[in-house]
C-alpha cells in the first residue's frame, strides 16, 4: 500500500493539467480506487483532490512570478478553462490572486511533494475478528448529517434524542442477528472523508435480508461479504474514533484486507450511564487485498 501512495504521488506530479484517473492506478498496483483514496486522505490528513490542487497551485505559482507566459496560457497548462476560474483556485491556495503575486512576489504558500514512508508502530494489538456474512437489512430511522471527526456529532445526538424511549425498546426487540442490539449506522460516506461532506445516519438493527421493515422505519440493503470487526473500550467516542482512525494508518496497511463499499457500523455493548465510557465493536466491510 506505501508503494502504492508514493506511485500516486508521482502520478500527480507527471500528470498537473490532466484529470486524475485514480481507478486505472489503483488497478495497476491491484488495490480499488476507493480504498485507495481512503488510505491517501488517512495518512496525509487532507484529500487527494486538495492534495492535487494545492500541488498545482505550488508549480503554477513559480511560472506566475517568472512572468514569462500569460496568465491564460498558464491557467489552461495547469486544467483551468479560463482565468478566472484559475484564478479563485489559485487565491483559495494562495490568499492572493496571480496578477497580486506576479506583481509582488507573494505571498505563496507551498504543498511540498508527498512521500509516505513506513514507520514502526503498532506496540497495542488490536482486537479484531474477520466475519462473513449473508446479505441483510439495517432498518430503523435514518438522517442526512455532515460527516465530523473528532467529538460528539450534534447531528446524530438531536437525531436520537427526538427518537422517544418506546421506539428505543421497540427497535431493539427487532434486532435478530449479529451485530446484535441498537446500532449506530453510517451509509454513504465520502470515500475521501471529507469532514463536513453528508452521510446517511441510520440508528437501527440488523435483520436477515428477507425480513420486510415497517412502513415507519428506513432500510438500508446491505449485500453480502466479509467484515473486519475491532472492539474497543474506553472514553465514549474518543476511543471509537481512534480506533476508527488507526483502521487506516494502522491495521489496513499491515493486513491482507482492503475496505470496500459498504457502511460502517458500530455495536455498543456495554456502556456507563452517562455515556462518557463505552464497549464498542466497529463493524467495517473489507475484502482481500
Not at 474477520?130 to 438531536?158: D, K, S, W, Y
Request: aromatic residues 6%; glycine residues 8%.
Amino acid at each position: 500500500m506505501i508503494a502504492a501512495l508514493n506511485r500516486l504521488v508521482d502520478l500527480v506530479e507527471e500528470q498537473l493539467g490532466e484529470e486524475l484517473d485514480v481507478d486505472r492506478l489503483a488497478k495497476a498496483v491491484g488495490t480499488t480506487g476507493y480504498h485507495l483514496r481512503r488510505m491517501f486522505s488517512s495518512l496525509a490528513g487532507m484529500t487527494l483532490s486538495e492534495y492535487v490542487r494545492r500541488r498545482r497551485m505550488t508549480v503554477a505559482a513559480a511560472d506566475v512570478v517568472r512572468g514569462r507566459d500569460d496568465l491564460l496560457g498558464i491557467a489552461v497548462r495547469f486544467g483551468y478553462g479560463s482565468t478566472e476560474a484559475f484564478g479563485r483556485a489559485f487565491r483559495a491556495v494562495h490568499g492572493a490572486g496571480p496578477g497580486e503575486v506576479r506583481r509582488h512576489g507573494g505571498p505563496l504558500r507551498t504543498q511540498p511533494q508527498l512521500r509516505f514512508r513506513l514507520t514502526v508502530e503498532g506496540s497495542v494489538p488490536v482486537d479484531t475478528r474477520i466475519v462473513e456474512r449473508p446479505a441483510f437489512r439495517l432498518i430503523g430511522h435514518a438522517t442526512r448529517v455532515p460527516l465530523i471527526h473528532r467529538g460528539v456529532n450534534p447531528h446524530i445526538q438531536r437525531h436520537v434524542a427526538a427518537l422517544p424511549p418506546e421506539e428505543h425498546a421497540r427497535l431493539k426487540s427487532l434486532s435478530a442477528m449479529e451485530p446484535a442490539g441498537l446500532l449506530q449506522v453510517c451509509d454513504d460516506l465520502d470515500p475521501d472523508g471529507v469532514e463536513g461532506s453528508e452521510l446517511t445516519y441510520l440508528h437501527g438493527v440488523a435483520v436477515p435480508g428477507e425480513t420486510s421493515a415497517p412502513a415507519d422505519l428506513d432500510a438500508v440493503e446491505v449485500p453480502a461479504g466479509r467484515w473486519a470487526v475491532f472492539r474497543t473500550s474506553g472514553p465514549y467516542p474518543e476511543t471509537l474514533q481512534n480506533a476508527w482512525a488507526a483502521t487506516a494508518t494502522e491495521w489496513f496497511p499491515s493486513n491482507p484486507w482492503r475496505s470496500r463499499p459498504g457502511p460502517s457500523i458500530v455495536a455498543v455493548l456495554d456502556r456507563a450511564a452517562d455515556f462518557s465510557t463505552a464497549t464498542c465493536e466497529l463493524w467495517l466491510p473489507v475484502e482481500p487485498a
